[in-house]
């Protein structure tokens, strides 16, 4: 069963490749195909959901299906950082009622990006979060007020650092470093 996001506009056919999407638009593109709710993956349906993807890209139209996944995308880094606000919360479950099937529709379109290749367009593009109202953070300043010890040293410094939810979510240094 598809998913209704709000009412989608009727758009022109559009050519799309699997590889020219984000992990976050073949969430988005399932969620509103033909996917079953309770769809389950097995051995051998990659050429299954890689319709159902083109399917969803396809009836949502491509700068719809762009928008909609930069707004999850940045929906989920304010989930993460637990500051998101009540505009938020509220536009997330308009575009979205089936959280269940947004949820299996992320889980699925992680397996098939384990297996399928992607541009560096749509990687950037996987790299640009929106937020509905501003950045929950830094209130679209791209600055916060942080506190962090520097290497070696015994005290805190504090002050304005890029914010990491708008200004560059992505950036090595923001990633954890795992010991083997």
């Known amino acids: 069963m598809p998913a209704t996001l709000m009412a989608l506009p009727s758009v022109p056919s559009v050519q799309v490749e699997l590889k020219d999407l984000s992990n976050t638009e073949r969430a988005v593109a399932l969620y509103v195909s033909d996917m079953p709710d309770r769809y389950r993956y097995r051995r051998g349906d990659d050429a299954l ?24 995308s940045g929906f989920q880094l304010a989930w993460v950082e637990e500051c998101t606000s009540a505009e938020q919360k509220r536009a997330q479950a ?12 992320g889980q699925v379109a992680s397996i098939v990006s384990l297996h399928a290749d992607m541009s560096e367009e749509a990687k950037e593009r996987g790299c640009r979060p929106q937020f509905d109202g501003g950045c929950p953070a830094c209130e679209g300043s791209g600055q916060v007020w942080e506190q962090w010890i520097d290497p070696g040293c015994d005290w805190y410094q504090a ?19 795992v010991a083997a």
């Not at 959901?49 to 999850?72: C, F, N, P």
């Not at 002050?159 to 954890?176: E, I, K, N, W």
């Open 49 to 72: 959901l890689e319709s159902w993807i083109i399917q969803g890209a396809t009836r949502m139209g491509l700068e719809t299906l762009y928008r909609l996944a930069a707004l999850r």
């Open 94 to 105: 308009k575009r979205f009622p089936k959280t269940a099937r947004l949820n299996r529709a």
């Open 159 to 177: 002050g304005y650092q890029p914010c990491s939810l708008c200004t560059d979510p992505v950036t090595p240094a923001r990633r954890v470093a």
